[in-house]
């Protein structure tokens, strides 16, 4: 089993950054990706970025690109999100997700349906 803990989220202005952290424990090895995901009230939950465990690739929904960058720490077993020049809009749940060899299913790296393991979110408020 794979766990997750998010951490990270907060308050921040317009145009201002933030950096959200995923660390990952229990079996690592079986992880072949991880993602994260937003949710803002009333919406579906959407693709943000995710990243091969490898960390050789990496993969941007068209929003946030130039904006987002993911990253991933080998010695930490951590996964970060660097979110530079916020929006309003970006103000969402956000939720860190494995994909491991378990997970029985692929969708593409953007697909919600390739995650079998998912952390409990972490709340980013952009104020205008």
């Known amino acids: 089993q794979v766990q997750l803990v998010e951490s990270g989220g907060g308050l921040v202005q317009a145009g201002g950054s933030l950096r959200l952290s995923c660390a990952a424990s229990?079996?690592?090895?079986?992880?072949?990706?991880m993602g994260w995901f937003r949710q803002a009230p009333g919406k579906e939950r959407e693709f943000v970025s995710a990243?091969?465990?490898?960390?050789?690739?990496?993969y941007y929904a068209d929003f946030v690109k130039g904006r987002f960058t993911i990253s991933r720490d080998n010695a930490r077993n951590t996964v970060y999100l660097q979110m530079n020049s916020l929006k309003p809009e970006d103000a969402a749940v956000y939720y860190c997700?494995?994909?491991?060899?378990?997970?029985?299913?692929?969708?593409?790296?953007?697909?919600?349906?390739?995650?079998?393991?998912w952390g409990q979110g972490t709340q980013v408020t952009v104020s205008s």
């Open positions: 229990g079996r690592t090895s079986s992880i072949v990706f």
């Open positions: 997700a494995a994909s491991t060899y378990y997970s029985g299913a692929y969708y593409g790296e953007d697909g919600l349906g390739s995650y079998d393991v």
């Open positions: 990243i091969t465990w490898s960390g050789v690739n990496t």
